[in-house]
């Protein structure tokens, strides 16, 4: 979430002030339209190249700023959501380490002494499940050399430990790399009171999900199995993949005929409808020789007596960056429920389908690696 600037209430920006203010994308195209509209301004295209400019011009007041203001402050934050599995011990209950303290301040002031942690850490049981625990976190992070209205920004995360039966995940939410970084630090303190605690087996390693643990044409099998071939779940049902990451191996020397066009690009980002039905991903023959890493995939869910779809980014995101070391992460980009939900149950709502979501994804990951062992002897 973004704050406000500590004078917000003392000025109006005009000119060049508000063209970059209105030019964050938490502030639609259409919310400056409406502002337009109300002044009697009237623009052919609502882009935002063109009604910004007519912006600039005028003097808001202070109920249209305050518009504005809401609009950047508010929208809602898109957690991306990480987990991996790991072992308990027999006859473990996690919410006996609740109570011990993890001291972060040394750690902010060294590796990120432009934030601020904004209450203690504390860890709770979830819903009453003594073997579920979680920690929701906020930090504010100032960033001085930014634009007046970015200087300073609220962002939130999560972490938690799941033991069912001895098999454990742990789950990390996180809407900044501030917080993920956070998160990774909360949960290797935490992983050591467990371990010091005889919770968890001491050679015990959180297992992750890697780019590098796929060949590219599992890699394709995985994508298939958590969209289109989805079987376990009685929530989702994946009706189209929307947008694909997808490059040419460089390692190899000559592309398959097909998809030689391909040869001289680094990356490939498709847009589009029904692009599972592309003869590149539907083709066996060319998954060696393509590096598919994110999708885009539309899922029609029923959960709790409410029905809608929503839009998941599935993938490794940083892979770009990262390289093999990416992880696996899930986001939820849009939501449309049938019936109109009040901000607190569509939040709720919006979490717990990101849950399920990814427990399917640990499903279809553990099938996976079952069939891949079998192929392998």
């Not at 994508?223 to 993949?241: E, G, V």
């Not at 093999?324 to 109109?340: M, P, T, Y």
Request: charged share 30%; glycine share 6%.
């Amino acid at each position: 979430m973004r704050q406000d600037h500590k004078y917000i209430k003392h000025f109006i920006p005009f000119g060049e002030a508000i063209r970059g203010f209105a030019n964050q994308q938490f502030v639609s195209a259409a919310e400056i339209s409406r502002i337009l509209r109300s002044r009697g301004v009237f623009a052919f295209n609502q882009d935002k190249e063109y009604t910004i400019p007519i912006l600039q011009t005028l003097l808001l007041s202070p109920r249209e700023f305050d518009e504005l203001r809401e609009c950047y402050r508010y929208r809602e934050d898109r957690y991306k959501t990480i987990s991996r599995e790991i072992r308990w011990e027999k006859d473990v209950t996690l919410s006996k380490v609740n109570n011990y303290q993890i001291d972060l301040e040394g750690y902010i002031r060294h590796h990120m002494p432009n934030c601020e942690l904004m209450q203690p850490i504390r860890f709770s049981e979830f819903e009453g499940n003594a073997n579920h625990i979680i920690s929701e976190f906020t930090i504010q992070r100032h960033d001085v050399n930014k634009s007046w209205y970015e200087q300073t920004n609220i962002f939130s995360g999560t972490v938690e430990f799941i033991n069912d039966g001895g098999k454990g995940r742990i789950v990390i939410k996180h809407t900044a790399p501030e917080t993920k970084v956070l998160a990774e630090e909360i949960v290797k303190i935490k992983i050591g009171q467990f371990k010091d605690n005889r919770l968890m087996p001491k050679d015990n390693t959180p297992q992750k999900i890697l780019f590098q643990e796929f060949k590219n044409e599992n890699r394709f099998v995985f994508f298939y199995r958590l969209t289109t071939k989805m079987q376990n779940s009685d929530i989702f049902t994946c009706k189209d993949i929307k947008d694909i990451s997808i490059k040419p191996d460089d390692s190899c020397d000559i592309l398959p005929e097909g998809i030689n066009w391909m040869k001289r690009m680094k990356i490939i980002i498709i847009s589009g409808e029904s692009l599972g039905q592309t003869f590149f991903m539907k083709d066996k023959e060319y998954h060696g020789s393509l590096i598919l890493w994110s999708i885009d995939a539309l899922f029609d869910y029923e959960y709790k007596g409410e029905r809608g779809n929503f839009t998941a980014t599935l993938g490794f995101s940083d892979y770009p960056r990262k390289g093999n070391s990416s992880e696996f992460e899930i986001v939820i980009s849009a939501l449309n429920n049938e019936r109109n939900l009040d901000g607190k149950t569509r939040k709720k709502l919006l979490a717990d389908l990101q849950a399920e979501l990814d427990k399917q994804k640990s499903i279809v990951y553990n099938n996976f690696i079952e069939y891949q062992n079998r192929n392998s002897q």
